[in-house]
């Protein structure tokens, strides 16, 4: 390819990159999906040599494990407080629905009332049923922050693909 198609190129996979990062912010965007797919599209674009295919498969390592994360922050941050697995099960099953019917917070609302009524009936207990709503929401929040540092890491192995390799 040519320098000045090469540097187009680099800019709107960045420019792409950076709006998938900047969407983890957001419920809503798949934003390591987005890192991902702007790191493929360069790669078929400027063919995959040795290097680059192996910082591809890292790359896809961390998307993989990045959308994830969330299930287990979430899941772990419940069972801290002794929620049970079937509630962590309904949170998740909560979580998956409203994410796809009630964008772009429905699957952490459902997550949260999934858990809170299965904890609540299980226990009777309000008190106990919100603690590990808060928690399932603690996770989640943790969960945003390391999928936010794995964007960050995707984009530096994709800037050191395409600039220092």
């Known amino acids: 390819m040519e320098t000045v198609a090469i540097i187009t190129l680099q800019i709107i996979v960045l420019g792409t990159m950076l709006v998938g990062l900047f969407g983890l912010l957001t419920l809503i965007i798949p934003g390591l999906t987005i890192i ?14 040795l290097w680059s295919g192996i910082l591809f498969g890292v790359i896809t390592l961390l998307m993989i494990g990045g959308n ?13 407080t002794g929620a049970s697995w079937l509630s962590v099960g309904i949170a998740l099953l909560g979580g998956l629905i409203g994410s796809i019917l009630l964008p772009p917070f429905g699957g952490l609302i459902l997550a949260m009332a999934g858990i ?10 309000w008190r106990k ?24 890491v995707m984009i530096i192995l994709w800037w050191m693909w395409a600039f220092v390799i």
């Open 68 to 80: 994830v994360v969330d299930n287990i922050f979430m899941g772990a941050g419940a069972r801290r």
């Open 129 to 152: 049923a919100w603690d590990s709503t808060r928690n399932l929401a603690l996770g989640c929040g943790w969960a945003g922050v390391t999928r936010f540092g794995i964007g960050i």
């Open 36 to 49: 991902w797919v702007a790191a493929l599209v360069y790669g078929l674009l400027t063919d995959f040599d």
């Open 116 to 125: 809170f009524l299965v904890e609540f009936i299980r226990l009777k207990n």
